[in-house]
């Protein structure tokens, strides 16, 4: 094998056991054993446990939120200015998530489970990499969603967004709810992807919670009339 193609063989390796039990879990010796290489091949290519996780997740990372970036500025060009819709914003930057979730083929949707499982147990390390990898697309979509709601405080939005990532990864991470709530059929990608949508937005959009109205001399009427415009 040539080195690109023991690189990519241990990446993958890492991305299919740490998805099934968990980062820290998961040894070097049975990433290299599952690659097909020796244990001083991870060393040789990466230096360190870190380093490999780093790598495997910038793969990814770095060409999903590029297609995100790509298709929010594709949006803010045709609008000349003007704000973007709230479904617009949701669909460039999940909808997008949501595609590579469906590719088996490429391992789309091996690593966007483990990115699930990652949002749910992180370590210092984790968050500190993944707040940089994300560091150009989200203020630019936080900056979208702020000027398409300019009513809503920008706090709630921030929280908010919070609540549709954690939806995101619970329904793309094969948990078996499904099955628990019963009487409901697994209808394919596309009704996922519909019906995720349709849940964010309307998430999105949700009259404010009247009890946390803080700003100067806000009161629940504050709120109400916000929620009469959104």
Known sequence: MSEADTRLRIILAAE????????????????????????AAVNYHFGSKHALIEEMFHRRLGWLNEQRLLELDRLEAKAGGAPLRPSQILEAFFGVALR???????GGDRFMRLLGRTYTEPSEFIRVFLAEEYSAAIPRFKAALFKSLPDVPEAEILWRFHFMLGALSYAISGADALKILGGIDDSGNEALYARLLSFL???????LPEWQDKTPGGNA??????????
């Open 16 to 39: 299919t056991l740490f998805m099934e039990q968990g980062l820290g879990a998961t040894t070097l010796r049975q990433i290299t054993a599952r690659a097909g290489v020796n244990l």
């Open 100 to 106: 590579m979730a469906f590719d088996k083929e490429g």
């Open 201 to 207: 937005i309307g998430g999105l959009r949700a009259p």
């Open 221 to 230: 009427d504050t709120v109400k009339q916000r929620n009469r415009k959104t």
